[in-house]
């Protein structure tokens, strides 16, 4: 059967784009008060859309007159339409009414063809128009989808180390936390880094009296500031600082330096504690001591080798604040450490 052919509108005058344009406008575009405007002829805006309407009804004009006719290339309109954001659930009706029904009837006032044929060829591009609607509207709904997928999955990873930080950090010093020290303690005994593993005990002397007189908001200053000193000495030494309750504090070598080097970071934190302390309340003065142990890798276990640094802890205390001492070495001098 042969195609009844179609002449389209003169090249000089771009009135159907124009005014097709408009229709589509003015029907995608809704009142203050949902309803259609119910205007065929808007005025031209600078906000961009106007002139992208505009230039999809230029093309979709120039489809339906094109010889030969290639309806399927209207396609490309419908994906322009959702990447220009006219992605509503009812656009592409709008868009497909104004197409079906007034697009006929705009162009007879520009040319003289079949009426039956036109319609054809209406219904056709429409038709491909909404194909290309849907398919990059389902494309875009799966990136979309694939996008919140993986910002649900960034937002549970966030959570999940959040937990797991707070499960393994002391809330108030940001330390790592009894668990997280006995754990780093066990691991590196059961072959860590080293043929060894040092612990240092610290306990603070003074910090009841700070704590009683001046209540708990400069118990908790003290503690944060006494934190910060511990673990940058202990850091200084390669070791691991901890807190593992109240005013005691675990370090840990997990690759330990020997005996001399042990007793030197222990030293230098209790330099360090003994420093005067700036609080909201004023300067607080205090001590600490310390206990050493080092054990062979594999020999012991953590509550093993935290037990033999408790005992050192224990014996220096009882020779008064700021001294340390060596746990199997019960003739350790531990002299104090001047404040």
């Not at 908001?217 to 691991?240: H, K, M, N, P, Y």
Request: charged fraction near 20%; hydrophobic fraction near 45%.
């Amino acid at each position: 059967m042969a195609e009844t052919a179609v002449t389209a509108p003169s090249a000089a005058s771009a009135a159907p784009a124009v005014r097709l344009a408009s229709v589509w406008l003015t029907t995608l575009a809704l009142g203050e008060d949902g309803e259609q405007s119910g205007q065929d002829v808007v005025p031209a805006d600078p906000s961009g859309s106007w002139a992208f309407l505009t230039a999809q009804s230029a093309m979709l004009l120039a489809i339906l007159f094109g010889e030969p006719f290639r309806p399927a290339q209207a396609s490309a309109i419908g994906q322009a339409l959702v990447r220009a954001n006219f992605v509503a659930a009812d656009v592409l009706g709008r868009s497909l009414r104004v197409l079906m029904l007034r697009l006929p009837e705009m162009l007879t006032d520009y040319l003289a063809c079949p009426a039956r044929e036109l319609e054809r060829r209406v219904a056709e591009v429409s038709g491909a128009l909404a194909n290309g609607y849907v398919h990059a509207l389902r494309d875009r709904t799966l990136a979309e989808q694939e996008s919140l997928m993986r910002t649900e999955l960034d937002a549970q990873r966030s959570i999940s180390q959040r937990l797991m930080h707070e499960a393994t950090h002391d809330p108030l010093t940001g330390l790592p936390n009894r668990a997280a020290i006995f754990a780093g303690l066990s691991a590196a005994l059961d072959g860590g880094h080293g043929d060894s593993v040092g612990v240092c005990y610290v306990d603070l002397d003074g910090f009841k009296a700070v704590n009683d007189r001046y209540g708990h908001q400069a118990g908790d200053e003290l503690l944060i500031t006494v934190s910060r000193r511990i673990c940058e000495t202990a850091i200084a030494f390669g070791a691991l600082p901890g807190r593992i309750g109240g005013d005691e504090f675990i370090v840990v070598a997990d690759a330990s330096p020997g005996a001399s080097r042990m007793i030197m970071m222990a030293r230098a934190i209790l330099a360090e504690l003994s420093r005067p302390v700036a609080l909201r309340i004023g300067r607080v003065c205090i001590s600490a001591c310390a206990g050493i142990a080092e054990r062979a890798t594999g020999s012991a276990t953590s509550a093993e080798m935290v037990a033999d640094a408790d005992a050192a802890l224990y014996r220096a205390k009882s020779r008064g604040p700021g001294r340390w001492a060596i746990a199997g070495v019960p003739g350790d001098s531990g002299r104090p450490i001047a404040g």
